[in-house]
């Protein structure tokens, strides 16, 4: 009973396999919007202020690390949580795959989501005019919160691979 009750547990990883799959589609959703802002940028490109073009280039710089972090989080979760990805030894090959264990994972998603929100604070910074002073505090406490807990999850990481 007991080694049936493991191998059922043990297969249940595969329902993980759909979410997985289903950040592609995310990833595509995103890959949408991308374009329909550059769409809206081009035909206005000869008008539009250098400050509106800047907020506009950090929100698809935005979307691009966003992106980054889905590919991540859906390969890496797959490979260490379902399944080895079996790709071959191709040049197209990312190299960081099959090297990234849960602890690295949570590490690098931390580093990108301090990357995703010093791209949003920059946003209201050059935004200032049109953004209560009370709002900006609360951007930069939560920015300041993104850091240290990345810091700390670092840190935590670093002491517990030392022993």
Not at 154 to 163: A, R
Request: a neutral charge; zero cysteines.
């Amino acid at each position: 009973m007991e080694r049936i009750f493991e191998k059922l547990m043990y297969s249940s990883r595969w329902i993980m396999a759909p979410i997985y799959l289903g950040l592609s589609l995310i990833l595509l959703a995103l890959g949408i919007k991308f374009f329909q802002e550059i769409l809206h940028v081009l035909p206005n490109i000869l008008t539009i202020r250098e400050v509106d073009l800047v907020l506009v280039t950090l929100s698809l710089i935005d979307i691009a690390l966003v992106g980054g972090l889905i590919v991540m989080v859906m390969f890496s979760g797959y490979e260490n949580f379902v399944s080895r990805l079996d790709v071959g030894e191709s040049e197209d090959k990312l190299g960081w795959l099959g090297k990234l264990d849960a602890g690295s994972l949570k590490n690098k998603v931390a580093a990108s989501i301090v990357a995703i929100s010093s791209i949003h604070l920059l946003k209201v910074f050059m935004n200032t005019e049109n953004i209560p002073n009370d709002k900006i505090k609360w951007y930069l406490l939560i920015h300041v919160t993104f850091v240290l807990s990345a810091f700390a999850m670092g840190y935590l990481d670093k002491i517990t691979k030392g022993k």
